[in-house]
Every structure is written in C-alpha cells, then in structure tokens.
Nanobody
Framework: QVSLVESGGGLVQAGDSLRLSCVASERTGSMGWFRQAPGKEREFVAA????????HYPGSAKGRFTISRDITRRTLYMQMNSLKPEDTAVYYC?????????????????WGQGTQVTVSS
C-alpha cells in the first residue's frame, strides 16, 4: 500500500503562486494531481510518468500549472502560477501502478488526503 502526503496548500490572492508537494512512501509508475471544488466533480489537473518525466495536462491547466517530480525524494510537485479564484479547491495527489498517463480518477490506485487551496479575488 502506497501512502501519499500532500502539503503546500493555503490562502492566497488572485495572481499569486503556490507550490504543492506530495511525498510517496514508494515509487509507482505515474502520479497526478486532481482537484475538487465544492459541489463539483473531481477534476484532473496534470500527470507525470516517473521514469522519464513525461507530462500530460488538460487544456485548462496548460501554461499556468507545471507538474514535476524528484525521484530521489519520492516527491511530486505542482507549481501553480497566476492563480484565479476558480482554482479554489481541494487538491489531491494520486499515484498509479501504470506507466500510462491517465486523466481518469478511477485509474489511480492510491490517493492522498488532499490539501486546500483558496484563492481570493
């Protein structure tokens, strides 16, 4: 069982930046970030294949969010720039045993507890 622990969330103003971190207890095939705003479904944000750093983003996150990893520290990061109030959500780290970069939450085997990001206008 892989455990994931996120950190780095907080309250910021529109236009600010935040960097989320997620430490994994073991290495997996790929990892990703999802977010869930109140009353909305969980939304895919970004994914990365750990062995070669290949990334995958949906259109909404491309350009403002950057996913990266530090294999030696078993840590996943997400740099979020130019934050907007609509980015407010609980952000979840997820890990998959698969090397395929999935954007569907059901394809991820392990989940963190989430970290709150609140962006004020």
């Amino acid at each position: 069982q892989v455990s994931l622990v996120e950190s780095g969330g907080g309250l910021v103003q529109a236009g600010d930046s935040l960097r989320l971190s997620c430490v994994a207890s073991e290495r997996t095939g790929s990892m990703g970030w999802f977010r869930q705003a109140p009353g909305k479904e969980r939304e895919f944000v970004a994914a990365i294949r750990l062995r070669d750093g290949t990334t995958h983003y949906p259109g909404s996150a491309k350009g403002r969010f950057t996913i990266s990893r530090d294999i030696t520290r078993r840590t996943l990061y997400m740099q979020m720039n130019s934050l907007k109030p609509e980015d407010t959500a609980v952000y979840y780290c997820a890990a998959s045993d698969s090397f395929i970069l999935h954007d569907t939450s059901t394809m991820y085997n392990y989940w963190g507890q989430g970290t709150q990001v609140t962006v004020s206008s």
